[in-house]
């Protein structure tokens, strides 16, 4: 048995895959449950970097048991996903502080009286 029918490869593709899928749920987990906006991004970034990660280390597996050698070009996702999402996520956040600090300077304070 060669290829992706061994079960040398298709168990770890499997578990990969799997663990991708429920890394991914934790972090939309995390995007519903959680309280505010720093927080949600947190746990939707972390989620899913890690649930694509493992994805697209069972893809480069899978493929490469498939073709008979290595197929390394499912890892220019990653080097994409890990440049972006966190600078992303950065400046989403980095914007809703300025919000926050906008909107608490804008409201009145309460000024008390001797």
Do not use: N
């Not at 991708?20 to 995007?31: C, D, Y």
């Not at 449950?33 to 990660?53: E, I, K, N, P, V």
């Not at 999402?85 to 000024?111: C, E, F, G, H, N």
């Amino acid at each position: 048995m060669t290829g992706i029918d061994s079960p040398w490869v298709a168990v770890p593709v499997a578990l990969l895959l799997l663990a991708g899928g429920l890394l991914t749920l934790v972090g939309s987990i995390g995007l519903l449950r959680l309280r505010d906006f720093q927080a949600r991004m947190h746990g939707a970034s972390m989620g899913g970097t890690l649930g694509l990660g493992c994805v697209i280390v069972a893809a480069v597996i899978g493929a490469s048991a498939a073709a008979g050698r290595f197929m390394p070009h499912a890892l220019l996702i990653t080097v994409f996903v890990v440049m972006t999402a966190p600078a992303t996520a950065m400046l989403l956040m980095r914007a809703s502080l300025y919000r926050a600090r906008a909107k608490s300077a804008a409201a009145p304070q309460d000024v008390i009286e001797r």
